[in-house]
């Protein structure tokens, strides 16, 4: 029985001890992936192998590219240059043909490329473009405007380690109905002012840089305001409302928001096929470590800051932000509309149908201002 009870405790011990260094680790991954202020990778693991006016064929890696292999819409980069890639995917082993639109500058055989789904707008809207500068806590701060008529503006903000390019795929609707748009930088941007700490506040520190940024808006003429964000865009703009409770703001336009940091850390782990019990190790380490307050970063227990009419789109195959967020969301909130888009990923909604994701923000728009 003694050796029984020996056996018992020294399982208990190297199991807590197993626990402990994959928490220390899952909490290094948290840090590093969710924390540390870094741009998203590019990766240029595509091959063009065949071009002509309206198709380009591209050698495709053994991890298979999905955005590549989907019929959705995407952008396809290289150096010097890029195009759009659309349509039904012909696919042979690890070549796959696409519909093709250049854009800019041609693509020869041999080089590398890779999938960004924010290319398109880049030369489509940048010729009525105006770089702008508008004072921070933390200095002065970088944004792009494009012109409109009226005192509603669309204020957009982008996510983490993304850049305001992403957000123009939301701007090309806000100024087809004509509203002046400000694309915002915010601290810890590359080229922008960076706080002490260098990481992601998730929407507990950036919050100021959009109430700077609206601020800014207001001395140029903005009486009224609709807020669209991305991902993390999601969690600043949360966080303005929640402490701001601004009656100026009309309508929120949500993409894939990040409404609780916690959830989002576990579903990143849940990708990860890192047990569930480690991850909940981790989150406690990393709250020792790090410093995390979790309940700061969590905008889905009370939706109080939801006080305006707020579309949110978001795809079933995200990865990165957890549809279940965003469906909890729209049934505490009856302010709150849920669009979501079968097939696309994190922030893809329009890549995959652009006609409903149009039709979702134009909505919301001609709602909040009616």
């Given at each position: 029985m003694r050796l029984l009870r020996r056996a018992v405790l020294v399982l208990v011990f190297l199991a807590g001890l197993v626990h402990i260094g994959g928490g220390w680790y899952a909490a290094d991954l948290l840090k590093r992936d969710g924390l540390d202020v870094r741009p998203w990778p590019i990766t240029m693991d595509l091959k063009i192998t065949q071009v002509s006016p309206t198709s380009i064929t591209l050698k495709d890696p053994d991890d298979p590219n999905i955005q590549a292999r989907s019929s959705a819409t995407f952008g396809l980069e290289w150096p010097g240059g890029y195009g759009e890639i659309s349509g039904k995917p012909k696919i042979s082993g690890d070549l796959v043909t696409r519909h093709w639109t250049p854009v800019q500058s041609a693509a020869t055989v041999g080089t590398k490329a890779s999938i960004d789904q924010n290319t398109k707008f880049e030369a489509t809207l940048?010729?009525?473009?105006?770089?702008?500068?508008?004072?921070?806590?933390?200095?002065?701060?970088?944004?792009?405007?494009?012109?409109?008529?009226?005192?509603?503006?669309?204020?957009?903000?982008?996510?983490?380690?993304?850049?305001?390019?992403?957000?123009?795929?939301?701007?090309?609707?806000?100024?087809?109905?004509?509203?002046?748009?400000?694309?915002?930088?915010?601290?810890?941007?590359?080229?922008?002012?960076?706080?002490?700490?260098?990481?992601?506040?998730?929407?507990?520190?950036?919050?100021?840089?959009?109430?700077?940024?609206?601020?800014?808006?207001?001395?140029?003429?903005?009486?009224?305001?609709?807020?669209?964000?991305?991902?993390?865009?999601?969690?600043?703009?949360?966080?303005?409302?929640?402490?701001?409770?601004?009656?100026?703001?009309?309508?929120?336009?949500l993409d894939a928001p990040m409404l609780n940091f916690e959830r989002t850390i576990e579903w990143g782990a849940e990708q990860r096929s890192i047990p569930s019990t480690i991850t909940w190790v981790g989150e406690r380490l990393a709250t020792m470590r790090f410093g995390l307050d979790w309940s700061t970063m969590d905008y889905l227990s009370k939706p109080d800051w939801v006080t305006v009419p707020t579309v949110i789109v978001h795809g079933t195959k995200d990865l990165t932000v957890p549809l279940t967020t965003s469906r909890a969301l729209a049934r505490r909130s009856d302010q709150v509309e849920l669009i979501e888009f079968a097939g696309a990923g994190h922030c893809q909604s329009w890549n995959f149908n652009k006609a409903k994701y149009d039709a979702a923000i134009a909505g919301l728009v001609d709602r909040a201002t009616d």
């Amino acid at each position: 029985m003694r050796l029984l009870r020996r056996a018992v405790l020294v399982l208990v011990f190297l199991a807590g001890l197993v626990h402990i260094g994959g928490g220390w680790y899952a909490a290094d991954l948290l840090k590093r992936d969710g924390l540390d202020v870094r741009p998203w990778p590019i990766t240029m693991d595509l091959k063009i192998t065949q071009v002509s006016p309206t198709s380009i064929t591209l050698k495709d890696p053994d991890d298979p590219n999905i955005q590549a292999r989907s019929s959705a819409t995407f952008g396809l980069e290289w150096p010097g240059g890029y195009g759009e890639i659309s349509g039904k995917p012909k696919i042979s082993g690890d070549l796959v043909t696409r519909h093709w639109t250049p854009v800019q500058s041609a693509a020869t055989v041999g080089t590398k490329a890779s999938i960004d789904q924010n290319t398109k707008f880049e030369a489509t809207l940048n010729p009525g473009e105006q770089m702008v500068e508008f004072p921070s806590p933390l200095g002065t701060m970088d944004a792009r405007f494009y012109r409109g008529n009226g005192t509603t503006w669309a204020v957009l903000v982008h996510g983490k380690g993304a850049r305001p390019p992403e957000m123009e795929r939301m701007a090309a609707v806000m100024t087809q109905r004509h509203l002046p748009t400000l694309i915002i930088n915010y601290r810890n941007d590359p080229g922008q002012p960076q706080d002490k700490s260098k990481q992601y506040g998730f929407g507990t520190t950036e919050w100021r840089d959009l109430a700077a940024a609206l601020d800014y808006a207001r001395g140029k003429g903005a009486q009224k305001f609709i807020i669209g964000a991305n991902s993390m865009g999601g969690a600043i703009t949360a966080s303005y409302m929640r402490r701001t409770h601004d009656s100026d703001v009309l309508g929120l336009a949500l993409d894939a928001p990040m409404l609780n940091f916690e959830r989002t850390i576990e579903w990143g782990a849940e990708q990860r096929s890192i047990p569930s019990t480690i991850t909940w190790v981790g989150e406690r380490l990393a709250t020792m470590r790090f410093g995390l307050d979790w309940s700061t970063m969590d905008y889905l227990s009370k939706p109080d800051w939801v006080t305006v009419p707020t579309v949110i789109v978001h795809g079933t195959k995200d990865l990165t932000v957890p549809l279940t967020t965003s469906r909890a969301l729209a049934r505490r909130s009856d302010q709150v509309e849920l669009i979501e888009f079968a097939g696309a990923g994190h922030c893809q909604s329009w890549n995959f149908n652009k006609a409903k994701y149009d039709a979702a923000i134009a909505g919301l728009v001609d709602r909040a201002t009616d």
